[in-house]
């Protein structure tokens, strides 16, 4: 069975700093997907990543990068030099090769006070 | 990019009346759509899978008959909540699979319903 866990339910931290938004997943299949979303207030979600389960190297995007660890299960999301606008719910999903929905984590609230 | 739109936004509706709420793909096909429903501070909740041309597949324990869902063409699909009442009040969202193996998944802005 799927499953996705984001055990961090809260983060709160001070502008400019770093954060790590865990991901742990499940999954029997060997092909498969790993996303992250966010979510701010509005409530739209807007995609970040995708990273499909043969490519392990980690990704940098401006402050965000992602490091993903098959040993582990895991698609950590860094965030580097926390601003506030980076204030919202980050989701992490996955998606089997052969499965048509994402099944998604808890979500994890990250909140970026001045 | 590939964008998904909901409409409307925010929609108030009186207790039994019905409640209709659009997704479309703006600049793709989408042969597959989902619906979810959010509440407050939790994860998003499949609510059902569309595909074009035929009968949502609904997830255990979503009410097919409460939630209509129509898919009928590759940009389209709707969801109507029939009889609505105030514990149907939530955040509605969409979403829309794109390329080989609907690997890329674009959500629309999402539709606040609240039922009065």
């Known amino acids: 069975a799927q499953k996705v866990t984001q055990a961090q339910t809260e983060i709160s931290v001070v502008e400019k700093e770093d954060v790590t938004l865990d991901c742990v997943y499940e999954?029997?299949?060997?092909?498969?997907?790993l996303f992250w979303y966010k979510q701010p207030p509005s409530g739209e979600l807007v995609f970040l990543i995708r990273?499909?389960?043969?490519?392990?190297q980690n990704e940098i995007s401006g402050r965000y990068s992602w490091n993903f660890q098959k040993s582990t299960s895991s698609f950590n999301f860094t965030i580097t030099a926390s601003q506030v606008v980076d204030s919202a719910v980050y989701f992490c999903?996955?998606?089997?090769?052969?499965?048509?929905?994402?099944?998604f984590g808890q979500g994890t609230r990250l909140t970026i006070n001045p | 990019g590939a964008v998904v739109s909901q409409h409307p936004s925010w929609v108030i509706c009186k207790s039994g009346t019905s409640v209709k709420i659009e997704c479309r793909s703006l600049d793709f096909q989408a042969t597959t759509m989902f619906w979810y429903r959010q509440f407050p501070k939790q994860s998003l909740m499949l609510m059902a899978t569309?595909?074009?041309?035929?009968?949502?597949?609904?997830e255990q324990g979503v009410e097919k008959d409460k939630f209509l869902i129509n898919h009928a063409s590759l940009t389209l699909s709707t969801l109507t909540v029939t009889s609505a009442h105030p514990e149907d009040s939530s955040f509605y969202i969409c979403?829309?699979?794109?390329?080989?193996?609907?690997?890329?998944?674009?959500f629309g802005e999402g539709s606040w319903l609240t039922v009065v």
């Open positions: 999954t029997r299949d060997t092909t498969y997907y």
């Open positions: 979403s829309a699979s794109q390329g080989v193996g609907g690997n890329t998944i674009y």
């Open positions: 999903a996955l998606k089997d090769q052969g499965a048509q929905k994402l099944v």
């Open positions: 569309s595909n074009e041309g035929s009968k949502a597949t609904y």
């Open positions: 990273r499909n389960s043969f490519d392990e």
